[in-house]
């Protein structure tokens, strides 16, 4: 079991309070994960139980990092797990699981309802809810290690498109939903952590989940390109649609609130991407024409209604979105990608470490993590600890999932060098 100050320290660290050490995340959200790979590698490291790991997540095939690994890590915030999963409609978490052996490279648990075909080229497709009548929805190449998703864009008015067509994924938490979330909050609060969860419905045109893996036939503007433009091509359709979903999903979070009660601390909101390497791709001007009103909207009520702090990921060179993000009512940012253009960690927590929660930006996950040594890894992470920390408004994890591949080695660097900071032994 962690230490019982793993609540009060995470609680610390998102008010801005200087907690007694840097709390540390990994697992507690699809963007703070790791490969499955990787978390059964830690498992060997460490000579935990031998278990297949369940996959989480089948888009990102990421993997659970349970008790017994969370406790070795020292992880001081848990999330509560998923209903619904990509290409398998319930999750392993509400629907069983059955083992799946991965190109004959290793083994691991997946949800009942998921199911692959052979794309006769050594790789799996995947299906909208496991359906294999449907039209395959995700692709794992020969030797690949995730699924991408497959976009089955049909016709559609570009003059004039149904913003119902774009709102078919969304709709009321259905009572086994809230009964699945409720025993979830109770699960997770039982680990003495801080608490994250994803806010259902609130991703504003996230990406992964635009072209609709789950639908059978999806509808509507499903083109990625085809969706970028939009902001500048038809904007007041968008505008619209994001309110509609924003009044969907705030009817939602009012049955979310009354399922999982006082044990949420903190709310994944969205995960929608406006960043590259090289800085946004969306202007300021347009973000806040078009995303901020729907965000602040859920955002407001969110806190009105809640304690929760609300979190942002958003990757890339972001700085010049940041006070509107700020605007738009959102208390931190994730995954904190310093190696991106602008994101220098010494100028993020002088400029914004007043108003911005930094949860991640530990470690890079591009270049130090998979290909530096463990002592080129210790020392990334003891410096952006040395910057992030002061203050609070810091939750320590690497920049995005851990990836495959990843050396085991210097997964345990980053672990032990958090661990040094804090003086843990």
């Known amino acids: 079991m962690p230490d019982f100050s793993s609540k009060k320290r995470f609680l610390d660290a998102i008010n801005h309070r200087q907690p007694d050490r840097v709390p540390v995340d990994f697992g507690a959200h699809g963007c703070s994960a790791m490969h499955v790979t990787c978390v059964a590698a830690l498992r060997d490291y460490y000579g935990l139980e031998k278990r297949l ?130 025993t979830e ?48 091509l038809r904007p007041d359709f968008m505008i619209e649609l994001f309110d509609r979903q924003a009044d969907i999903a705030i009817a939602n979070m009012e049955k979310f609130l009354k399922a999982v009660g006082d044990n949420m601390d903190a709310a994944l909101v969205c995960g929608t991407d406006f960043g590259t390497q090289r800085g946004p791709f969306i202007s300021e001007k347009d973000f806040r024409k078009v995303y901020l009103p729907a965000y602040r909207r859920i955002n407001d009520w969110i806190h009105g209604n809640t304690p929760w702090k609300t979190i942002k990921h958003c990757c890339g060179g972001i700085v010049p979105l940041l006070p509107a993000f ?28 007043k108003d911005l929660i930094f949860w991640g930006g530990g470690v890079d996950t591009q270049r130090a993590l998979p290909f530096g040594t463990p002592a ?18 810091f939750i320590f994890n690497a920049i995005h999932c851990v990836q495959c591949n990843t050396p085991v080695e210097n997964i345990v660097a980053m672990i032990d060098a958090v661990k040094e900071f804090n003086g843990v032994s």
């Open 326 to 353: 700020i605007d738009a009512g959102f208390d931190g940012i994730n995954p904190v990608q310093c190696s991106a253009a602008g994101m220098d960690p010494a100028f993020l927590k002088r400029e914004f470490g």
């Open 53 to 182: 790991v369940k996959v989480s997540d089948i888009f990102s095939m990421t993997g659970e990092i349970e008790e017994d690994l969370l406790s070795v890590m020292g992880v001081d915030v848990q999330g509560m797990r998923s209903y619904n999963t990509t290409y398998a409609g319930l999750s392993g978490y509400a629907g069983g699981w059955k083992p799946w052996r991965v190109h004959d490279r290793y083994e691991v648990l997946v949800p009942e309802s998921f199911n692959v075909t052979d794309d006769g080229k050594g790789g799996y497709f995947a299906y909208p809810k496991g359906d294999i009548t449907a039209s395959a929805s995700g692709h794992m190449p020969k030797d690949g290690f995730y699924f991408d998703v497959i976009v089955r864009q049909g016709p559609y008015d570009e003059d004039n498109p149904n913003i119902e067509d774009n709102l078919e994924e969304y709709g009321p938490l259905s009572d086994s939903a809230l009964g699945f979330l409720a």
């Open 185 to 232: 909050a109770a699960r997770a609060a039982s680990g003495g952590r801080g608490i994250i969860a994803s806010t259902p419905g609130t991703g504003l045109g996230d990406i992964a989940w635009l072209p609709g893996p789950n639908l059978l036939h999806p509808k509507g503007i499903r083109n990625i390109e085809d969706w970028y433009m939009s902001p500048a």
């Open 376 to 393: 080129e890894v210790r020392a990334q992470v003891l410096e952006r600890c040395e910057v992030f920390a002061p203050g609070g408004g």
